[in-house]
Protein backbone atom coordinates (compact mmCIF):
# COMPACT_ATOMS: atom_id res chain seq x y z
CA UNK A 1 0.00 0.00 0.00
CA UNK A 2 1.41 3.46 -0.99
CA UNK A 3 2.20 5.94 1.74
CA UNK A 4 1.42 8.93 2.49
CA UNK A 5 3.65 12.50 3.34
CA UNK A 6 0.87 14.45 5.52
CA UNK A 7 1.40 18.02 5.76
CA UNK A 8 -0.20 19.50 8.74
CA UNK A 9 -0.21 23.75 8.87
CA UNK A 10 0.06 24.97 12.90
CA UNK A 11 -1.15 27.51 14.06
CA UNK A 12 -0.12 28.52 17.47
CA UNK A 13 -1.99 29.91 20.47
CA UNK A 14 -0.51 31.09 23.55
CA UNK A 15 2.52 29.01 23.15
CA UNK A 16 0.36 25.70 21.89
CA UNK A 17 -0.69 23.97 19.26
CA UNK A 18 -4.18 21.93 18.88
CA UNK A 19 -2.73 19.12 17.64
CA UNK A 20 -3.85 15.51 19.20
CA UNK A 21 -1.72 11.98 19.19
CA UNK A 22 -4.58 11.08 16.85
CA UNK A 23 -3.27 13.40 14.25
CA UNK A 24 0.13 11.08 14.54
CA UNK A 25 -1.58 7.76 14.00
CA UNK A 26 0.33 5.21 11.25
CA UNK A 27 3.26 7.91 10.88
CA UNK A 28 6.64 6.33 11.40
CA UNK A 29 7.93 9.94 11.72
CA UNK A 30 7.46 13.65 12.71
CA UNK A 31 9.04 16.35 10.73
CA UNK A 32 9.15 19.47 12.93
CA UNK A 33 11.41 22.67 13.37
CA UNK A 34 12.22 23.25 17.40
CA UNK A 35 9.74 25.62 17.89
CA UNK A 36 7.25 23.88 16.52
CA UNK A 37 7.55 20.79 18.27
CA UNK A 38 8.51 22.59 21.28
CA UNK A 39 4.78 23.83 21.32
CA UNK A 40 3.49 20.35 20.35
CA UNK A 41 4.91 18.85 23.34
CA UNK A 42 3.23 21.58 25.63
CA UNK A 43 -0.22 19.10 24.93
CA UNK A 44 0.89 15.67 23.46
CA UNK A 45 3.55 13.90 25.62
CA UNK A 46 6.71 12.74 23.79
CA UNK A 47 6.05 9.15 24.30
CA UNK A 48 2.99 9.08 22.62
CA UNK A 49 4.37 11.03 18.97
CA UNK A 50 7.12 8.77 16.46
CA UNK A 51 10.52 9.40 16.29
CA UNK A 52 11.50 13.29 15.71
CA UNK A 53 13.22 14.06 11.66
CA UNK A 54 14.82 17.81 12.31
CA UNK A 55 13.28 20.03 9.37
CA UNK A 56 16.63 21.72 9.26
CA UNK A 57 19.13 21.25 7.33
CA UNK A 58 16.40 20.78 5.09
CA UNK A 59 18.78 18.84 2.40
CA UNK A 60 19.37 15.83 5.38
CA UNK A 61 15.71 16.24 5.94
CA UNK A 62 14.83 15.31 2.54
CA UNK A 63 16.76 12.52 2.82
CA UNK A 64 15.51 11.15 6.21
CA UNK A 65 11.70 11.31 5.15
CA UNK A 66 12.46 9.88 1.57
CA UNK A 67 13.76 6.71 3.79
CA UNK A 68 11.29 6.92 5.98
CA UNK A 69 8.45 6.93 3.40
CA UNK A 70 9.51 3.71 2.18
CA UNK A 71 8.16 2.12 5.32
CA UNK A 72 5.11 3.90 6.36
CA UNK A 73 3.32 8.03 6.43
CA UNK A 74 5.37 10.72 7.56
CA UNK A 75 3.96 13.67 9.01
CA UNK A 76 5.29 16.78 8.88
CA UNK A 77 4.60 20.35 10.68
CA UNK A 78 4.38 23.62 9.10
CA UNK A 79 3.54 26.74 10.24
CA UNK A 80 0.24 28.20 9.07
CA UNK A 81 -0.62 27.23 5.34
CA UNK A 82 2.23 24.98 3.66
CA UNK A 83 0.76 26.39 0.07
CA UNK A 84 1.33 29.82 1.22
CA UNK A 85 4.76 30.64 1.18
CA UNK A 86 5.62 27.73 2.72
CA UNK A 87 7.40 24.64 2.10
CA UNK A 88 4.57 23.22 0.27
CA UNK A 89 6.29 23.99 -3.03
CA UNK A 90 9.70 22.35 -2.19
CA UNK A 91 8.13 19.16 -1.02
CA UNK A 92 5.80 18.90 -4.65
CA UNK A 93 9.25 19.30 -5.99
CA UNK A 94 11.23 16.67 -4.02
CA UNK A 95 8.56 14.30 -4.19
CA UNK A 96 7.20 14.16 -7.48
CA UNK A 97 5.59 10.76 -7.42
CA UNK A 98 4.66 10.75 -3.63
CA UNK A 99 1.35 10.97 -2.50
CA UNK A 100 0.82 14.75 -0.25
CA UNK A 101 -2.41 15.43 1.64
CA UNK A 102 -1.88 19.26 2.59
CA UNK A 103 -3.95 20.23 6.26
CA UNK A 104 -3.71 24.24 6.21
CA UNK A 105 -4.69 26.26 9.38
CA UNK A 106 -4.78 30.15 9.43
CA UNK A 107 -1.37 31.56 7.91
CA UNK A 108 0.68 34.47 9.71
CA UNK A 109 -0.97 36.61 7.03
CA UNK A 110 -4.39 35.95 7.65
CA UNK A 111 -4.02 36.54 12.15
CA UNK A 112 -1.86 39.41 11.27
CA UNK A 113 -4.74 41.08 9.21
CA UNK A 114 -7.47 39.71 11.62
CA UNK A 115 -5.45 41.33 14.52
CA UNK A 116 -5.30 44.87 12.95
CA UNK A 117 -8.81 44.53 11.67
CA UNK A 118 -7.93 45.46 8.00
CA UNK A 119 -9.27 43.34 5.10
CA UNK A 120 -6.98 41.74 3.14
CA UNK A 121 -8.92 40.77 -0.12
CA UNK A 122 -7.01 43.55 -1.84
CA UNK A 123 -3.74 43.65 -0.61
CA UNK A 124 -0.65 42.80 -2.45
CA UNK A 125 1.72 39.64 -0.85
CA UNK A 126 5.96 39.91 -0.81
CA UNK A 127 8.29 38.45 0.57
CA UNK A 128 11.46 38.99 1.41
CA UNK A 129 12.07 35.84 3.48
CA UNK A 130 16.18 35.22 2.30
CA UNK A 131 15.99 37.78 -0.88
CA UNK A 132 17.67 41.09 -1.65
CA UNK A 133 15.44 43.33 -3.47
CA UNK A 134 17.21 46.13 -5.26
CA UNK A 135 13.93 48.36 -5.46
CA UNK A 136 12.64 48.31 -2.56
CA UNK A 137 10.61 51.52 -3.01
CA UNK A 138 9.30 50.28 -6.01
CA UNK A 139 7.84 46.99 -4.85
CA UNK A 140 6.48 48.28 -1.63
CA UNK A 141 5.56 52.08 -1.83
CA UNK A 142 3.47 51.45 -5.52
CA UNK A 143 0.51 49.23 -4.45
CA UNK A 144 -2.51 51.12 -1.28
CA UNK A 145 -1.55 47.75 0.44
CA UNK A 146 1.09 45.54 0.92
CA UNK A 147 1.84 42.83 3.22
CA UNK A 148 5.43 41.17 4.03
CA UNK A 149 6.62 38.07 5.44
CA UNK A 150 10.04 39.07 6.62
CA UNK A 151 13.48 37.71 7.94
CA UNK A 152 16.08 38.88 10.50
CA UNK A 153 17.78 40.44 7.86
CA UNK A 154 14.88 41.95 5.94
CA UNK A 155 13.42 43.31 9.34
CA UNK A 156 10.89 45.73 9.72
CA UNK A 157 13.41 48.73 11.28
CA UNK A 158 15.82 47.75 8.36
CA UNK A 159 13.10 47.44 5.84
CA UNK A 160 11.55 51.17 6.88
CA UNK A 161 15.45 53.00 6.50
CA UNK A 162 15.56 51.67 3.35
CA UNK A 163 12.54 53.20 2.19
CA UNK A 164 13.36 56.42 4.26
CA UNK A 165 16.83 56.19 2.37
CA UNK A 166 15.48 55.71 -1.02
CA UNK A 167 11.81 57.96 -0.97
CA UNK A 168 12.98 60.69 1.73
CA UNK A 169 10.62 61.81 4.56
CA UNK A 170 8.20 63.71 2.83
CA UNK A 171 7.39 61.04 0.22
CA UNK A 172 7.16 58.43 2.90
CA UNK A 173 4.62 60.27 5.27
CA UNK A 174 1.87 58.71 4.35
CA UNK A 175 2.74 55.69 4.86
CA UNK A 176 1.68 53.29 8.10
CA UNK A 177 3.18 50.46 9.25
CA UNK A 178 1.71 47.64 11.22
CA UNK A 179 3.84 44.63 12.54
CA UNK A 180 2.99 41.66 14.34
CA UNK A 181 5.50 39.69 16.16
CA UNK A 182 5.25 36.48 17.74
CA UNK A 183 1.87 36.24 16.33
CA UNK A 184 -0.11 33.85 18.10
CA UNK A 185 2.33 32.80 20.88
CA UNK A 186 2.51 34.62 24.23
CA UNK A 187 5.43 37.00 23.45
CA UNK A 188 2.94 38.22 20.43
CA UNK A 189 3.66 42.41 19.73
CA UNK A 190 1.86 44.77 17.93
CA UNK A 191 3.14 47.97 16.83
CA UNK A 192 1.78 50.75 14.36
CA UNK A 193 3.66 53.48 13.45
CA UNK A 194 5.36 55.43 10.60
CA UNK A 195 8.04 54.82 8.80
CA UNK A 196 10.51 57.15 10.85
CA UNK A 197 8.90 55.61 14.22
CA UNK A 198 9.66 51.86 12.42
CA UNK A 199 12.49 52.79 12.02
CA UNK A 200 13.92 53.50 15.61
CA UNK A 201 12.39 50.66 16.77
CA UNK A 202 13.82 46.74 17.55
CA UNK A 203 11.75 43.84 16.77
CA UNK A 204 12.09 40.23 17.28
CA UNK A 205 11.74 37.80 14.94
CA UNK A 206 9.63 36.10 13.74
CA UNK A 207 7.36 38.87 12.86
CA UNK A 208 5.38 39.83 10.02
CA UNK A 209 4.28 43.94 8.58
CA UNK A 210 1.87 45.34 6.85
CA UNK A 211 2.28 49.09 4.45
CA UNK A 212 -1.06 50.92 4.17
CA UNK A 213 0.24 53.75 1.57
CA UNK A 214 -2.40 56.39 1.22
CA UNK A 215 -0.63 57.95 -1.45
CA UNK A 216 0.81 54.74 -4.23
CA UNK A 217 1.35 55.02 -7.35
CA UNK A 218 -1.53 52.84 -8.65
CA UNK A 219 -3.75 56.05 -6.95
CA UNK A 220 -2.19 58.29 -9.01
CA UNK A 221 -3.57 58.57 -11.99
CA UNK A 222 -4.14 56.04 -15.50
CA UNK A 223 -0.66 54.30 -15.52
CA UNK A 224 -0.04 55.64 -19.43
CA UNK A 225 -0.49 58.18 -21.34
CA UNK A 226 0.65 61.39 -19.47
CA UNK A 227 -0.28 64.77 -21.35
CA UNK A 228 2.60 67.06 -21.79
CA UNK A 229 1.42 69.39 -19.28
CA UNK A 230 0.93 66.74 -16.75
CA UNK A 231 4.91 66.38 -16.77
CA UNK A 232 7.21 68.90 -15.46
CA UNK A 233 9.69 70.29 -17.89
CA UNK A 234 11.62 73.20 -19.37
CA UNK A 235 11.50 75.86 -22.05
CA UNK A 236 9.09 73.05 -24.33
CA UNK A 237 11.85 70.74 -23.99
CA UNK A 238 9.50 67.17 -23.97
CA UNK A 239 8.86 64.43 -26.44
CA UNK A 240 5.45 64.69 -27.31
CA UNK A 241 3.06 62.17 -26.46
CA UNK A 242 2.56 60.39 -29.52
CA UNK A 243 6.24 60.10 -30.25
CA UNK A 244 6.44 59.04 -26.51
CA UNK A 245 3.64 56.28 -27.58
CA UNK A 246 5.57 55.02 -30.36
CA UNK A 247 8.83 54.59 -28.12
CA UNK A 248 7.29 53.06 -25.97
CA UNK A 249 5.80 50.70 -28.33
CA UNK A 250 9.40 50.59 -30.12
CA UNK A 251 11.07 49.28 -27.05
CA UNK A 252 8.78 46.44 -26.47
CA UNK A 253 9.38 46.94 -22.71
CA UNK A 254 10.64 43.30 -20.43
CA UNK A 255 8.25 43.48 -17.02
CA UNK A 256 11.24 43.82 -15.15
CA UNK A 257 15.61 44.07 -16.44
CA UNK A 258 17.11 47.49 -16.62
CA UNK A 259 16.37 50.39 -19.01
CA UNK A 260 18.88 53.23 -19.87
CA UNK A 261 17.28 56.57 -20.75
CA UNK A 262 19.92 58.44 -22.13
CA UNK A 263 20.10 62.28 -22.39
CA UNK A 264 16.52 61.74 -20.56
CA UNK A 265 16.01 65.82 -20.50
CA UNK A 266 12.54 66.09 -18.49
CA UNK A 267 12.41 62.16 -18.00
CA UNK A 268 8.79 62.14 -20.01
CA UNK A 269 9.80 58.68 -21.30
CA UNK A 270 11.68 57.20 -18.35
CA UNK A 271 8.98 58.19 -16.25
CA UNK A 272 6.00 56.44 -18.93
CA UNK A 273 8.06 53.23 -18.41
CA UNK A 274 8.48 53.14 -14.80
CA UNK A 275 4.66 53.84 -14.53
CA UNK A 276 3.94 51.07 -16.82
CA UNK A 277 6.63 48.66 -15.26
CA UNK A 278 7.08 49.06 -11.72
CA UNK A 279 9.46 46.60 -11.20
CA UNK A 280 11.78 47.96 -14.11
CA UNK A 281 14.73 49.76 -13.02
CA UNK A 282 15.14 53.00 -15.21
CA UNK A 283 18.04 55.16 -14.98
CA UNK A 284 17.54 58.38 -16.49
CA UNK A 285 21.18 59.79 -17.43
CA UNK A 286 21.03 63.29 -17.85
CA UNK A 287 23.83 65.96 -17.55
CA UNK A 288 22.22 69.13 -16.81
CA UNK A 289 21.12 70.68 -13.60
CA UNK A 290 18.04 71.92 -14.40
CA UNK A 291 16.50 69.24 -16.12
CA UNK A 292 17.52 67.11 -13.13
CA UNK A 293 15.05 68.96 -11.04
CA UNK A 294 12.09 68.46 -13.24
CA UNK A 295 13.54 64.32 -13.54
CA UNK A 296 13.11 64.34 -9.33
CA UNK A 297 9.78 66.51 -9.13
CA UNK A 298 8.53 64.04 -11.59
CA UNK A 299 9.63 61.13 -9.61
CA UNK A 300 8.08 62.66 -6.33
CA UNK A 301 4.77 63.38 -7.87
CA UNK A 302 3.72 60.01 -9.48
CA UNK A 303 5.95 58.27 -6.99
CA UNK A 304 7.83 55.91 -9.39
CA UNK A 305 10.39 54.62 -7.37
CA UNK A 306 12.10 52.73 -9.69
CA UNK A 307 13.11 55.69 -11.43
CA UNK A 308 16.64 56.74 -10.63
CA UNK A 309 18.41 59.68 -11.08
CA UNK A 310 21.77 59.59 -12.95
CA UNK A 311 23.58 62.86 -13.10
CA UNK A 312 26.65 63.24 -15.53
CA UNK A 313 27.09 63.22 -19.56
CA UNK A 314 26.95 59.60 -21.66
CA UNK A 315 28.73 57.82 -21.95
CA UNK A 316 30.85 57.92 -18.85
CA UNK A 317 27.70 58.28 -16.93
CA UNK A 318 26.92 54.79 -17.85
CA UNK A 319 30.33 52.84 -17.15
CA UNK A 320 29.32 51.93 -13.49
CA UNK A 321 25.42 51.10 -14.20
CA UNK A 322 24.18 47.50 -14.46
CA UNK A 323 23.63 46.31 -17.92
CA UNK A 324 20.55 46.62 -19.43
CA UNK A 325 18.22 45.01 -21.50
CA UNK A 326 16.77 48.27 -23.25
CA UNK A 327 18.34 51.73 -24.44
CA UNK A 328 16.60 54.67 -25.33
CA UNK A 329 18.94 57.65 -26.24
CA UNK A 330 16.63 61.05 -26.48
CA UNK A 331 19.66 63.13 -27.05
CA UNK A 332 23.36 62.41 -27.40
CA UNK A 333 25.47 65.90 -26.73
CA UNK A 334 27.60 65.75 -29.45
CA UNK A 335 28.69 61.99 -28.56
CA UNK A 336 25.83 59.93 -30.34
CA UNK A 337 29.37 57.19 -31.76
CA UNK A 338 30.60 56.93 -28.56
CA UNK A 339 26.88 56.35 -26.82
CA UNK A 340 25.99 53.48 -29.21
CA UNK A 341 28.65 51.79 -29.29
CA UNK A 342 29.35 51.50 -25.24
CA UNK A 343 25.55 50.81 -25.38
CA UNK A 344 25.91 47.72 -27.78
CA UNK A 345 28.71 46.18 -25.69
CA UNK A 346 27.11 46.01 -22.53
CA UNK A 347 23.38 45.23 -24.08
CA UNK A 348 21.96 42.34 -23.23
CA UNK A 349 21.49 39.46 -25.72
CA UNK A 350 18.12 40.04 -27.22
CA UNK A 351 17.75 44.06 -26.04
CA UNK A 352 16.72 46.71 -27.96
CA UNK A 353 18.59 50.45 -28.29
CA UNK A 354 16.27 52.93 -29.74
CA UNK A 355 17.32 56.57 -30.89
CA UNK A 356 15.11 59.70 -31.72
CA UNK A 357 16.45 61.08 -34.18
CA UNK A 358 15.31 64.93 -33.94
CA UNK A 359 17.79 66.43 -36.12
CA UNK A 360 18.81 65.22 -39.57
CA UNK A 361 22.59 64.14 -38.47
CA UNK A 362 21.04 61.91 -35.93
CA UNK A 363 18.97 60.22 -38.50
CA UNK A 364 22.10 59.83 -40.86
CA UNK A 365 24.62 58.72 -38.23
CA UNK A 366 22.49 56.05 -35.87
CA UNK A 367 21.27 53.75 -38.69
CA UNK A 368 24.94 53.80 -40.17
CA UNK A 369 26.47 53.16 -36.92
CA UNK A 370 23.81 50.77 -35.28
CA UNK A 371 24.32 48.74 -38.66
CA UNK A 372 27.92 48.42 -38.17
CA UNK A 373 27.74 47.32 -34.69
CA UNK A 374 26.02 43.99 -36.14
CA UNK A 375 22.17 44.97 -35.05
CA UNK A 376 19.06 44.65 -37.62
CA UNK A 377 17.90 48.10 -37.75
CA UNK A 378 14.72 49.54 -38.79
CA UNK A 379 13.24 53.01 -39.10
CA UNK A 380 10.07 54.47 -38.53
CA UNK A 381 8.97 57.85 -39.15
CA UNK A 382 6.57 59.90 -37.09
CA UNK A 383 4.27 62.83 -38.06
CA UNK A 384 2.44 64.53 -35.58
CA UNK A 385 -0.37 66.92 -36.52
CA UNK A 386 -3.01 68.21 -34.04
CA UNK A 387 -6.30 70.05 -33.82
CA UNK A 388 -8.74 70.45 -31.82
CA UNK A 389 -12.34 69.94 -32.87
CA UNK A 390 -14.58 71.89 -34.53
CA UNK A 391 -12.49 74.74 -34.68
CA UNK A 392 -9.03 74.44 -33.92
CA UNK A 393 -6.44 75.35 -36.53
CA UNK A 394 -4.43 72.27 -37.07
CA UNK A 395 -0.81 72.27 -35.56
CA UNK A 396 1.70 70.44 -37.32
CA UNK A 397 5.17 69.32 -35.52
CA UNK A 398 8.72 68.47 -37.45
CA UNK A 399 8.98 64.82 -37.91
CA UNK A 400 10.61 62.24 -36.30
CA UNK A 401 12.84 59.09 -37.31
CA UNK A 402 12.71 56.35 -34.27
CA UNK A 403 15.76 53.93 -34.90
CA UNK A 404 15.29 50.88 -33.63
CA UNK A 405 18.11 48.36 -33.37
CA UNK A 406 17.37 44.79 -32.22
CA UNK A 407 20.86 42.70 -30.74
CA UNK A 408 20.16 38.78 -32.01
CA UNK A 409 20.43 36.15 -28.75
CA UNK A 410 23.14 34.11 -28.91
CA UNK A 411 22.56 30.85 -30.20
CA UNK A 412 23.18 28.10 -27.04
Not at 183 to 198: A, P, Q
Amino acid sequence: MATVLHVRGVAEQDGKTSLQASDFDGSVAIVASKRLYKSMLATVPADMLPPLIPLVPLAKSLQKIEASLKKGDVTLLASGDPLFYGIGRKLMEAFREQEIQFYPALSSMQLCFARFGIPWDDAKIVSLHGRTENLLAAKLLGSPKIFLFTDPENSPDSIAKRLLEECGKEDTSHTTVYVAENIGNLSERLFEGSLLETAAEAFRDPNVMILLNNKSSSAVTEPFGLAEDEIQHSRGLITKGEVRAAVIHALSLPVSGVLWDVGAGSGSVGLECARLFPELHVQAIEKEEEQWHNIEANRSRYKTWSLQLIKGAAPSALESLPKPNRVFVGGSGGNLEKILGFSAKQLLPGGIIVVNAVISKTAELAPKILHQLGFKVDIKTVAVGRRTYPHGEKQQFNSIDIIVAKKERQES
